[in-house]
C-alpha cells in the first residue's frame, strides 16, 4: 500500500508564506506523477501544482503562479509545496496525491490521481 502523509499547515496572515511538505510511503512506491490539489469548502477539489519526479517538469493552476513553488526530494519520497504571499482566497484543505506507474507528464487532473493524504489544512487571513 502507498501511504500519503501531508505536514506543515496552519494559521498565516494575508502575505505571509507556508511550506507544506508530503512524505510518500509503500513498497510499491513507483510514482512519477504527484501533485498537490485544495478543497475548500463548498468548492469542488481543484488541482493546485504537480511535479514529475524524474524530469521535474511542474505545472501550476494560473492563481497560484508566481507566489507557490513545487518541488521534492527524491530520495526521501518526499514532495513540498512552498507557498508564499499567501491570500484568503487560498484558505482551503490541501492534499498530496500520487499517479501510480511512470508517467511522462503529470497534468492536474483528479481522476488521475490513484493515492491520497488525509490533507493539511491551511488558513490564511485578512
Known amino acids: 500500500q502507498v501511504q500519503l502523509v501531508e505536514s506543515g499547515g496552519g494559521s498565516v496572515q494575508a502575505g505571509g508564506s507556508l511550506r507544506l511538505s508530503c512524505a510518500a510511503s509503500?513498497?510499491?512506491?513507483?510514482?512519477?506523477?504527484m501533485a498537490w490539489f485544495r478543497q475548500a469548502p463548498g468548492k469542488e477539489r481543484e488541482g493546485v501544482a504537480s511535479l514529475t519526479r524524474n524530469g521535474g517538469a511542474t505545472s501550476y493552476v494560473d492563481s497560484v503562479k508566481g507566489r507557490f513553488t513545487i518541488s521534492q526530494d527524491k530520495a526521501k519520497n518526499a514532495l513540498y509545496l512552498q507557498m508564499n504571499n499567501l491570500k484568503p482566497e487560498d484558505t482551503a484543505m490541501y492534499y498530496c496525491?500520487?499517479?501510480?506507474?511512470?508517467?511522462?507528464?503529470?497534468?492536474?487532473?483528479?481522476?488521475?490521481?490513484?493515492?491520497w493524504g488525509q490533507g493539511t489544512q491551511v488558513t490564511v487571513s485578512s
Open positions: 496525491a500520487a499517479v501510480r506507474g511512470w508517467l511522462n507528464e503529470c497534468p492536474l487532473v483528479r481522476a488521475l490521481f490513484d493515492d
Open positions: 509503500g513498497d510499491d512506491f513507483n510514482s512519477n506523477c
